[in-house]
């Protein structure tokens, strides 16, 4: 797979991201400023690391993990190249979240280009900046404004399981004994 994506971080075993065990990879830059957003570090666009998508792909398929999560920072910044990914996800079986800041209708005025291929190579969208005043209601979105957008078959029967009760945060500890908060 050619290309590359400028990343903050990834994680290959997340429960937080999305339905079940997900390879979660976050996005460098975010053109957004929401009060109280977990993922500062990330919206910087000088920051992360430049990461080969063959690199990426390789690691996912390492991992052994069903599901992937694209976050961010701003995964349509960079649609082009997560569409390839996320459409060679798809084309084993792998399923695919996608976090954003902007909103669906947005996103079909196609504002990015690769914009209409990452939204076809999506199965579960969640959309809509962050606000802290307004509390979340279910798993997998940080406030209650974000919607949940079901953009496959796949993405419906993923949709249909989200829990009113749920577990928001997670520490993962990697085996160098370093620590990583993540979460929504
Ligand atoms: S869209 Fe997400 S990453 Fe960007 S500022 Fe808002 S909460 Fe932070």
Known sequence: MKGSVRLYKWEASSFVNGPGERF???FQGCPFSCPGCFNRDARTFDGGDLVPLQDLWEKILAS???GVTLSGGEPFLQAKEAALLL????SRGIDR???TGFLYEELKRDI???TRELLRASDLLLEGRYRKEIPPDGEWTGSGNQRVLALSARGMEMKSSRRTEWVEREYIISEDGETVLTGI
């Open 112 to 114: 990015f280009p690769g």
């Open 97 to 99: 979240v996608v976090y």
């Open 64 to 66: 052994g993990v069903r």
């Open 87 to 90: 459409r060679e996800c798809g």
């Open 24 to 26: 979660v990879i976050w």
